[in-house]
């Protein structure tokens, strides 16, 4: 796959029109791949100097465990994600990061990184919507998390992934596939994997989604979107801001 049709320039396309420069640094990041197996850490919380990487293929997640032994999802990461960025900023790392499944990621060093800000502004400025995007989708999952019913948080969910997919080449309008288990969506929305499986029966009796053998296939998209309040306008997916 070229870079221009990589997840990764797809994704921070939305945000700027990348010149052939930019390009050409994003192929350089692109060339250090590695493989990890699925439930292997990437990064584990409290890591001294972690590596940043950038997700080429495969689902990731990062996550919390708590002192009783419970774990809280704060976030899938697809490809065209950067993982790992504010970790690379801070001494330690404050959270765990797993591959879902196999992934292929891209290692980049902080200094490389850095580095490339300096050269390049303008990617600098794409990557930081970016993650002003990401951090969008945070505070979603805790209006979810807080406020919505749990019918409600898993359609917000796949419709959120969706658009994310969509951006990076990934998804139809009306499908796509997930390798998330219910596990993962119960600590991903403070839910129970029971409760988790009764919605999604609930969701499917009613025609409005449908999620089997790792394929989300939404049945009445507008009625989905009326019931979650799903309003992809935090995601500001809408064209490059600066050409």
């Not at 970790?87 to 060093?109: C, G, M, N, Y």
């Amino acid at each position: 796959m070229s870079i221009q049709n990589s997840p990764l320039v797809r994704k921070l396309g939305a945000y700027v029109s990348l010149s052939e420069p930019e390009l050409e640094i994003l192929a350089k990041f692109h060339k250090n791949r590695r493989t990890f197996a699925d439930k292997i850490e990437m990064v584990y919380e409290g890591q001294s100097s972690p590596s940043a990487f950038i997700l080429a293929k495969g689902w990731v997640c990062s996550y919390k465990i708590l002192r009783s032994g419970g774990r809280q999802i704060v976030g899938f990461q697809i490809p065209g994600d950067f993982i790992g960025l504010r970790s690379v900023l801070f001494r330690t790392a404050d959270h765990s990061i797993e591959p879902i499944q196999k992934v292929e990621a891209s290692e980049v060093k902080v200094k490389d990184l850095l580095g490339a800000f300096q050269t390049c502004p303008r990617l600098a400025t794409a990557v930081l919507w970016s993650a002003s995007s990401d951090e969008a989708i945070v505070v979603e999952r805790l209006v979810s998390l807080g406020r919505r019913d749990a019918a409600e948080r898993v359609a917000h969910l796949f419709l959120e992934l969706s658009a994310r997919l969509k951006l990076v080449g990934l998804a139809s309008a009306t499908s796509f596939e997930c390798p998330v288990s219910q596990y993962h969506l119960a600590d991903a929305l403070g839910l129970s994997a029971i409760h988790i499986n009764r919605v999604l029966r609930e969701l499917r009796e009613d025609g409005l989604l449908t999620f089997r053998r790792g394929v989300v296939t939404f049945d009445d998209l507008d009625r989905l979107v009326e019931l979650s309040g799903f309003d992809r306008a935090y995601l500001d997916y809408e064209g490059p801001m600066l050409n």
